[in-house]
């Protein structure tokens, strides 16, 4: 962790040129193995590998938003990114970029099950090993959220309204207030929470009704709890007259 903060302050902390000192990083993201750190600027725009054991860093991307949503499969780090070739689904190998999908609206890649899942015009790809089925669609998404169990996929539509579904099913509304993103599921799957801007829902899908609304960013769930962590803005509004600013 020392490292990672002395990255994110500008520290060189065995980084190349051009990582170093520049405006700040988008949030790391450690593969399961805990032996990679997967990096991105603050804006999300460029993705890079550095391997903590040899202290090695190398730059997988510098297309736009490679760094918004990546996550670790195993040994490969998948991402989104928007280059020269427009939209693209890419799978980083220890070295080896490849790309998997590509057209005018492809969505970030998922882990689900024993492979991964992303949304494609008109349908859902599901690759497992080398092998890729098509499944039913759910619209112009660019992020869904699988359940816990591997039975469910969350996701907001274009105008930010919650819904959920099997594999296969007919979608049910859940949250239909809209402004909503970044689904979320509980460890158990039994809450599910979206968020845009400074508004919080959680839900019970179980049920479809809304838990509670809060004034709040960047929630997470503590894993293995119903604890939801936020980040909240006070200003001296917030804090009363009596704060003097010294």
């Known amino acids: 962790m020392l490292l990672i903060s002395l990255a994110i302050a500008g520290t060189p902390a065995g980084f190349s040129s051009g990582v170093e000192g520049q405006r700040g990083f988008g949030p790391p993201v450690l593969s399961e193995d805990g032996q990679h750190l997967a990096l991105t600027r603050w804006d999300r725009q460029q993705l890079w590998d550095w391997d903590l054991e040899t202290g090695n860093l190398l730059q997988v991307s510098t297309d736009r938003g490679a760094g918004f949503a990546p996550i ?4 490969d780090l998948l991402f989104k990114a928007v280059g020269p070739a427009g939209q693209q689904v ?7 970029l490849e790309v ?4 005018n609206q492809v969505g970030q890649p998922v882990a689900w099950g024993a492979g991964i899942l992303w949304t494609h015009p008109e349908v859902l790809l599901y690759q497992e090993a080398n092998v890729q089925k098509r499944l039913a669609g759910v619209g112009a998404v660019d992020l869904i959220a699988p359940d816990p169990s591997g039975r469910f996929l969350a996701w907001d539509d274009e105008a930010g309204r919650l819904y959920v579904r099997d594999s296969g099913g007919v979608p049910l509304a859940l949250d239909r207030t809209g402004q909503g993103s970044h689904p979320a599921w509980s460890s158990d799957g039994a809450f599910l929470l979206h968020s845009r801007g400074d508004r919080i829902a959680v839900v019970q899908p179980s049920t479809g009704s809304l838990v509670m609304v809060l004034s709040g960013r960047d929630p997470a769930w503590v894993p293995g709890t119903h604890t939801l962590i936020y980040a909240q803005v006070i200003t001296g509004a917030d804090l009363g007259p009596e704060v003097v600013d010294t």
């Open 100 to 103: 998997l999908d590509q057209g």
């Open 72 to 75: 670790w499969n195993g040994e």
């Open 90 to 96: 890419l799978r980083w190998s220890r070295e080896q």
